[in-house]
């Protein structure tokens, strides 16, 4: 008598949608993967970029409760778009997919120049002009504008915010630049908070970039950064990219991805990487040359006196940071002179930068933490 077939382990069953994760085009598809529907919202900024939002739906794919659940914005980091929040293996290991079932109302902002928001009314998107924006344009325009769109549309006067690594750097700069927004989000979260990061890990790279950060500028232009990664993704087998990424970020950032599990890495490692502008990277050699978190300047010989910070601590929405031990993007002291009184802090053990999102252990150590900052709010 044959054996019975025994059930996939849990392994083998991540294993399995990690792959259709990364076979996965798209913000919709990933969505469908796991069930659920999404919509695509469409705003134009002030100064003419058309951007993306994108609306995770309820399970069954209405909005009949509108205006009765709270709304959640969610903002992605630098060179990345909505997908990082998205691309995992486990529904229950997706913060947008959590709070959806939760019953909050979740929206995802897109950045200009990634591949949702890659338009403008004017510019040509290949041209200098189109990609000449940086943190002061995330924060002066696209995140004002989403927010607005997002409480127009859903009829509240509030929403709760939660942004992932540029992501915070962008809530920072835009609520201490917008007193009124302020008033519209009633919790900041902070995964994987950045500010002032300390520098790249690679020292030699480090001192030749804070000597004179315009030099990125010499070598990659004035468009978009790296435009020809996404082909490279597209192309290399899953255990080449998985090394050159890996040694990327242990060289530049410091990361030692030991709590992203090899399944984690196949659903994003593949689409880790969205184009963004070479200023927004000059911007940030800008702030960790001075230790400053502060506007773009131009000019190479900038001293720390000479630059103006963003005024952070004259914020006034409740902030909760959440944050890894072993991020090296990330220094809590650091960060807490630049900031207001009204700040939480929620320290996960033995996590790095990446590992907020990606780690094996999210849905038990991020995302209650998550729940539990957006309860007040409720």
Request: proline content about 6%; some cysteine; aromatic content about 10%.
């Amino acid at each position: 008598m044959p054996l019975s077939a025994q059930p996939p382990s849990s392994d083998a069953i991540e294993l399995d949608v990690a792959k259709k994760v990364k076979n996965a085009k798209n913000f919709r598809q990933i969505c469908s993967i796991f069930g659920y529907q999404h919509e695509d919202h469409p705003i134009v900024t002030d100064d003419g970029y058309l951007l993306l939002l994108q609306r995770i739906l309820p399970k069954g794919g209405t909005t009949n409760a509108e205006g009765q659940r709270r709304v959640v914005y969610m903002q992605h980091g630098l060179l990345t778009n909505s997908e990082l929040f998205m691309r995992v293996t486990d529904s229950r290991k997706c913060i947008p997919l959590v709070l959806a079932d939760q019953g909050y109302d979740v929206w995802m902002g897109n950045n200009r120049g990634n591949k949702y928001s890659r338009r403008h009314l004017h510019k040509k998107v290949d041209s200098p002009e189109y990609w000449d924006f940086c943190i002061d344009d995330f924060a002066r325009h696209d995140i004002p504008t989403s927010i607005d769109y997002v409480l127009k549309h859903t009829g509240q006067e509030k929403l709760s915010y939660i942004g992932f690594s540029q992501g915070t750097a962008q809530a920072f700069a835009s609520l201490s630049v917008h007193p009124d927004l302020n008033e519209k989000i009633d919790v900041f979260i902070a995964l994987a908070p950045i500010m002032v990061p300390p520098g790249y890990s690679f020292s030699y790279l480090d001192s030749f970039v804070k000597r004179d950060p315009s030099i990125i500028y010499r070598i990659f232009g004035r468009k978009s950064m790296f435009p020809s990664v996404a082909m490279w993704q597209s192309i290399l087998p899953a255990s080449i990219l998985h090394r050159i990424v890996d040694v990327a970020v242990m060289y530049l950032l410091g990361f030692y991805n030991k709590n992203i599990t090899y399944a984690q890495k196949i659903a994003a490692y593949n689409n880790i990487y969205c184009s963004s502008s070479v200023k927004a990277v000059v911007h940030w050699s800008q702030i960790m040359r001075n230790s400053v978190f502060s506007t773009y300047e131009d000019g190479a010989g900038r001293s720390a006196s000479s630059l103006t910070p963003y005024p952070t601590q004259g914020i006034k929405t409740p902030i909760v940071l959440i944050y890894g031990d072993h991020d090296s993007l990330f220094d809590l002291e650091t960060a807490l002179k630049h900031l207001p009184q009204n700040i939480k802090c929620r320290r996960l053990y033995d996590y790095e930068h990446l590992d907020v999102l990606w780690g094996g252990k999210v849905h038990e150590d991020v995302i209650p933490k998550v729940l539990e900052a957006l309860v007040p709010c409720r």
